[in-house]
Structure formats: C-alpha cells, structure tokens
C-alpha cells in the first residue's frame, strides 16, 4: 500500500522565502504542508517554532485542494539563526494512520493530534531534535549541490611519463602498478605506485565522458606515509606529486574543463614528521610546543586515536590560529589563491577537530576556516568529515556539508548485502552489514537526516563508498552498487564516485580499496559500469526535480523502495528493488497525469524495471515491477499546488 501521509520537506515547493536560496533574521517565510484527503480532513493546522527557545503556535490557513491533497498554508518569524519547526494537525475524526475518516465529532474526546517533524509523522509529542528547519546562513555555492563528484587518492589513480623519474622515499616499497595491495598491516600504508599530479590532468577526459563536475583529492601534501594524512608541511606539494606547479598545471586544466577541484585538509592534526611537530618536540618553550598537547614533563603527546604519527592540534593556540587560519598566507588561504586557485576544502574528520576531553573548540575553529574560506572566496566550498551523526556540527553555518555516512551509505550497504563476512563495517565490531528491510533503511535514513536543513542535506555526500570504506562491490549483491548508484544521484545530496567505481573495483576495508586504476587490464575490471554512471550524471542535469525537488517516499517494504522529487514544473519517481518485487502507485499519492507518465518507459534503469496499469486503465493506478537488483527514474509532471 502506498505511503500516503501529512507531508512537508524543506524543498522550495514548500518554503517560501523573501530572496531564493537565502533567508535573514528577522524575515517572515510561507510554510506549507498537504495532507491526503484519504487520510483527513485536518480541521486545523499550526505551525509550531521554536523562537528564543520558547515555543510557539500560528495558524495555518487552508489554501484548496488539488489533486487528492489538501494545503495550508503559515507564516512563521525566523527569530533566530537556526529557526525550528513543526506542524500540529488536528483531526476531528476518530481513525488512525493511513485509515479512511469516519463521520465528524464535536467533543473533546473525538480529537486527535499529529506532529509532523523531519522524522515523520507522530500521535504523540516529540523532541525538537528532529524539527524541520530554516536557517540564516550564507548558503553554499550553486555548484556544489548541482555537482557530480570524483574522489581521486592520487599515488593510485595514473602516473605520468615523469612519474619514473621521482625517487623512492626511505619510507616507502614501491610497487609495479598491476601488484595487489596490501589491506592490512604496516605495508598498507608504505606501499608506494607512484600516481601522481599529472597523471590525473591526463585523466581529467575520463572525469568529463563520466559527467564529473568537482574533482576531490585526497591529501597532496609531503608526508610519510601513502595516504598523505601526516603531513610534513603544509606549505608545498608534495615532490612525488609532482610538485606545486603540477597542482596549478592540474587545476588550470579541469577548470577549462567546467570542474572544480577540492582539496583535503587536517585540521586536527599534522604529521610527527612535520616541521612544526619536529620544532615543537625539540624544544618546550618554542611558539610550535604550544600548538599540541604534549605531558607536562614534554615526554608524551596526544595523537589521533592513539597513533604517534599523527600528533594533535591544539586549537586554543593563538599562533597555531593565525598561522594556519587567520594569515595573509596561512594554510587555509594560500591554496584557495592564485596561482593554485582550488575551490574549497574538504576538512579530514571534522568531527574530531578541536575536541580533547572537557576542551570542544570545534565550532569555534570551524567558524575561524569558514569565516577565512568566505573572505577569500565567496564561492568556495567548506565540506567537513563527520563519520557518524554529522548533524550536530553540520548546521551551515560553517560547514556546508559533511562526508558521513550514518544516513545514505551505511543503511544502502545493510539493504542491498550479500553475505560478506570480514568486511570492516565502517569501524563497528560487525563481521559485515547485517540485512534489513527497506522500512528499517528508511526509518534509519529519516532518523539520521532529520537534524539536517533542507540546504545542508543538498550539500551532503551521497557515497556509495570512498577510500576509508570497503568497496560496494564487496559487501552488496549482484546488481546492487547499480542499484545505490541511481539512489545516490537520486536523492538529496551530492552523488560521490570514488576512483574504480566505474570500474567495479572491490575491496574489504579503506586501504585495500585503495586499488591502482586498471587503464590498460581489462581482466583487473570487475564490471564496466561507465556508461551507466556517464547516463546518469546526464540525467541529474536534465531532470530539475533532481537537483531542486523536495522528496516524498511512496514504499518503503522489504525489497522496494519508491519515491519522488518534486517541483512545481516537473518531478522524477525513483523506483528500487534488490530482488523481484512488485509495487503499485495510485491516485493516494500520484496525480491523473503522473500515473499516465509512469507507464511510460524510464529515463533510465538498472537491471529491468517495467510499469503497466494495475486496473482497467492507468489512471486506476501503475504496477511496477523489478526483475532481480534494478531501478528506474521516470520523468513525471510536477506537483500542483493551489494559488500556483
């Protein structure tokens, strides 16, 4: 049975503002919900906000109806920065969720009330933790949320003809580019194939035939190790790389190309190798000893989760601010200026930076590099890694976004998993994802992005995987990385390839995805899946609803899941499935046209998806159905909303 509930997101469809993509303290913004005339009628609707920390109830008016819905329509003040809502439905009629209203009654005892947060809908009060909300910030840059993105670890993605001239470093065990990689161990992160800066700008081609718009790097900083996570310096790029001009030459050529290039930062910690670290251990009582935590005896350190490579920053230095913030040219800033010109950082865990037991200086410092990013360039992007419940330090006001996977990629890995034991299950002490239902994947992905604005959640990374995880292909069933990928692009958020997914790589945990690219052997292509992702880079482009739409599920049960996007002039339906399955749309929840347009072939699908009538015609509702792992986007009408 379709899901046909009060519904509301943050999406323009239902948030009116004074400017587009921009609201201040102080405005006055248009809140709308729809309700299914199936499931009311509502006899009163408010809008419930949270101003000054006191909540707050105004009105809602009835706009009409159209199409089997009912709209209101209130007006709510943004008193503060981050302004918090809900909506209270009241019901005259006794019957429960999703039951047809009896007859109407006058007492007390015959009304209910509903909230409606970013959560969904409930018969009892809730925490304001899940409130929708508007915020003042400045928003993030059109680029990003529109943005196709290519994560790229360079010491494995090419190697240019100079790269045989770079010497091996003392730390490193170089490798022919076809040697496996080693997932664990000490070799994982010694092991050295010699990627480098121009290699990827001989690539950047390839990115273009995939429909890549911003290209993500991993750390190209000298360090000791493969990953670049302990830097040495942060005031050159690494020599392996092929140095700083390699960087200007490689930025230079994607911004011809109509891509934006992010580069990835530490903030919460250098390497033990680097010249700060090394000044600071050498003597207690110079400038640099008080940029981390050492013992009061200067004997010991603290370090990222216990590592000694990767001593800790800290952030109640003023000079350790100045120099890799606030100055002329700290480290935040001279990359972002020309000559390298990049558009924006990617903060390595975010999460962690600035936090040491009783000391949480994290918003404080995430305000400092985001406050520095603006002043530089107003169009930069400011994404931060949040690996778990990102919502808390993810608000806009400074991160635009987070690279976590609580809400997208750790619930698709449980729905779409075969039985793949001893793969690293993101850090738990899991053997592996455990299978859940398509109901536990939506109950856990409201949950989790509930905390989110609607600006923020645009901004998120929908990743399938990335060079900290295992590979999709590992943990999912036949088909599935397909499956995931039409919903990565599909919902909110930015889709993220990681380098290989085109390519079908597989991998158990971060390092042993790390895999040289196979450009020339076909046998190390685990399945060529280019063409799909070029279709559906393509497709996010042409399809408005997908960049813009708002989103409402329409099944979520066992082993399909169905939603749209949707703005006024267009919408997209997403239909998914992990097996053979079989749902129907009807008029509860899609207009006369829409069914129409459904029993038209997809825009695109993986796998095999069809739709026929259910009844005598289509408008009496569609049947779709999946043969085996699949998905398909239709194109459909946009939503009416009355007085539009």
Known sequence: ???????????????????????????????????????????????????????????????????????????????????????????????????????????TAGRSYWNLNAQGLFRRDVSDAADFRVTTFAPAPEWLRRGTMYQVFPDRFARSEQADGHPVPDWAM???????????????????????????????????????????????????????YDASTFDSVDPLLGGDQALVQLVEAAHARGIKVLG???????????????????????????????????????????????????????????????????????????PFSL???????????GRLGSVDLNHEVARLIADRVREINPDAALLAESTSDAAPDVTGEHWQGAMTYSNFTRPLWSWLAKDAPDVNFFGSPQTGPNRIGAEDFLATHQDLAAGFSWGVRQNNLNALNTHDTARAATVMIEGGPEVVAVLAFCLPGVPVMFAGDEFGLEGFNGEDSRTPMPWDAPER????????????????????????????????????????????????????????????????????????????????????????????????????????PSAGVWELPGTAVPGR
């Open 1 to 107: 049975m379709p899901i046909a509930l009060p519904h509301h997101d943050g999406s323009s469809l239902f948030v009116s503002t004074s400017s587009p993509q921009s609201v201040s303290l102080g405005d006055t913004v248009r809140l709308r919900v729809r309700v299914p005339q199936g499931w009311g009628p509502a006899s009163k609707v408010w809008v419930r906000s949270v101003q000054d920390g006191e909540p707050r109830y105004d009105a809602a008016i009835r706009l009409g109806t159209a199409d089997g819905w009912e709209w209101w329509e209130a007006a709510m003040l943004v008193a503060n920065p981050v302004a918090k809502y809900r909506f209270l439905l009241e019901v005259t009629e006794a019957h429960d969720d999703g039951a047809p209203a009896g007859t109407a009654v006058s007492g």
């Open 174 to 228: 170089r490798c022919s580019w076809d040697e496996p990689v080693v997932g664990t161990g000490g070799q994982a992160a010694t092991q050295f194939y010699g990627g480098d800066l121009p290699g990827i700008t001989g690539k950047l081609d390839h990115l273009r035939e995939l429909g890549v718009d911003v290209l993500y790097l991993t750390p190209f900083f000298p360090a000791r190790s493969n990953h670049r």
């Open 264 to 338: 990835d930062l530490t903030a919460n910690h250098s390497g033990a190798a680097h010249e700060w670290f090394v000044k600071a251990l050498a003597d207690p009582g110079s400038e640099e000893a008080g940029y981390y935590y050492f013992s009061a005896d200067h004997s010991s350190y603290e370090s990222w989760w216990g590592v000694p490579s990767l001593p800790k920053f800290n952030w109640a230095s003023d000079a350790l601010r100045r120099r890799f913030i606030t100055d002329e040219d700290s480290v935040v800033a001279r990359w972002l200026k020309p």
């Open 343 to 353: 558009d924006g950082w990617r903060i390595d865990v975010g999460n962690m930076t």
């Open 525 to 628: 292509v685990g399945k060529d899946l280019r063409s799909a992702y070029a279709t559906l880079g393509r497709l996010r482009k042409e399809l408005p609803a997908l960049g813009d739409g708002g989103i409402r599920w329409l099944h979520a049960q066992g082993d399909a899941l169905v939603f749209i996007r949707e703005c006024s002039g267009t919408s997209a339906l997403v239909f998914a499935a992990r097996c053979d399955a079989t749902v129907v749309m009807d008029s509860s929840v899609l207009s006369e046209p829409q069914l129409r347009a459904l029993l038209a072939g997809p825009r695109h699908q993986s796998g095999t998806v069809t739709s026929a009538p259910a009844g005598p015609t289509g408008v009496d509702g569609v049947r779709l159905r999946a043969e085996g």
